[in-house]
């Protein structure tokens, strides 16, 4: 990806309009994971001994383009005052005017602002150049640290990228370096997909072109035992789902490298206190749901792994929020941590999973991002990204290093 560089940019005495992701839960309106922001800072810690001014900028929630009292961004304040206690933090109440540029062009040096919450304006969504414009004008130049929201082709991601000198921050080309060496991986590679979502079959076939050993877990293993006519009981299912799921296993270089699950842990319905069982995989009752891997089906899978170069993981294998359905999860999540090679987390439900059970230092690197890490492991071109190589086209013979 041919881009900006940080480190080579003439940044001294800018002002920086960084675009991160602290799009982080909250809880009786305080920040309950503060991961997300305590990525950000080593970013941040650079631009101020650049003598940088910094304009942050986020998504917070999904608030539809109106004002919602919920979702403004204070908690974030407290948080970042807290994360940096020497700092002058200033909030804004919107995202753009006069009356805010000519704030930060009085301030001096190494303050900090936050601006509110991009998408209590439509126009954020509907990535609206007038909109991007306006952001882009309180600043010199534009990072974007938010890796996690560079699938959207929103005006703080994409448009922006129009009107002034943009380029990838540290955490976002690290995710692209580790995210890249999965897509050419050392071998054996052994891809590990599971999850909720039955929307992903299609990105189990773009595994299967990456990957050795493609192991099935989560909702995710249903429409492929389903296509092979066994029976899942009350578990999570569509016909589209089992459609392309029957097409990949009429593929016979396909087929081998699949593996499914042998058991479960079932119970009759989801709840903490329900009574569970674990049975084969060709022994699910109708009234029972599938909410684990079973222990068979975790011994089968460590066996893949073992052999592995290259390993990597999108996609809790169970229903984790309970501690009933979290033992696969938790149990592969901890061999991995024995193993000596290339891990790498797809972000999302996995990296919640993974931070939930402390697993993160058992890889070498766990992606903050959902959508955007499983569409550039789908072998797509992130809007945002391409967004950053076109800018570097137009202004670079207009920096002067």
Not at 154 to 159: E, F, G, K, L, P
Request: net charge positive; charged share 25%.
């Amino acid at each position: 990806m041919k881009t900006f560089s940080l480190i080579n940019f003439p940044l001294e005495n800018k002002t920086v309009l960084l675009r991160v992701d602290y799009n982080v839960p909250l809880e009786k309106r305080k920040v309950v994971d503060n991961s997300k922001i305590k990525l950000s800072l080593p970013t941040i810690k650079y631009l101020l001994e650049k003598n940088c001014k910094i304009v942050l900028a986020t998504h917070l929630g999904r608030p539809q383009g109106k004002i919602n009292p919920e979702l403004k961004v204070d908690p974030i304040v407290k948080e970042l005052k807290k994360l940096l206690p020497k700092q002058t933090i200033t909030k804004f109440n919107h995202c753009f005017g006069q009356e805010i540029k000519q704030k930060i062009k009085k301030a001096e040096a190494k303050q900090i602002f936050l601006l509110e919450n991009l998408r209590f304006y439509p126009e954020e969504k509907n990535n609206d150049p007038v909109f991007a414009h306006s952001l882009a004008n309180l600043a010199d130049v534009y990072i974007n640290e938010a890796f996690s929201n560079s699938h959207r082709q929103h005006a703080s991601m994409s448009a922006i990228t129009r009107f002034l000198p943009a380029f990838p921050g540290p955490q976002l080309e690290k995710e692209i370096f580790f995210l890249n060496k999965a897509l050419k991986p050392k071998k054996p590679a052994v891809w590990i997909i599971g999850g909720g979502k039955l929307d992903k079959v299609k990105f189990v076939e773009q595994a299967l072109k990456k990957a050795d050993q493609v192991l099935l877990g989560g909702a995710l293993a249903f429409p492929f035992l389903r296509a092979n006519g066994i029976r899942i009981g009350m578990s999570k299912i569509d016909a589209h789902a089992v459609r392309l799921a029957k097409k990949i296993l009429q593929k016979r270089k396909f087929r081998k490298k699949i593996t499914l699950p042998i058991d479960f842990v079932v119970a009759k319905k989801l709840s903490p206190r329900e009574e569970t069982a674990v049975v084969n995989y060709n022994e699910i009752k109708s009234e029972q749901i599938t909410l684990d891997l079973g222990p068979k089906t975790v011994e089968l899978f460590k066996k893949h792994l073992t052999k592995a170069k290259t390993i990597v993981w999108n996609g809790p294998l169970g229903y984790f929020e309970y501690v009933k359905f979290a033992q696969a999860t938790k149990e592969i999540g901890r061999f991995l941590g024995k193993l000596d090679c290339l891990k790498i987390a797809g972000g999302g439900e996995t990296a919640t999973a993974i931070n939930k059970f402390h697993l993160a230092h058992n890889f070498t690197h766990v992606s903050t991002g959902g959508g955007a890490s499983l569409m550039f492991l789908s072998g797509e071109k992130l809007p945002a990204l391409k967004a950053l190589e076109k800018n570097y086209t137009k202004f670079r013979k207009k920096i002067k290093k």
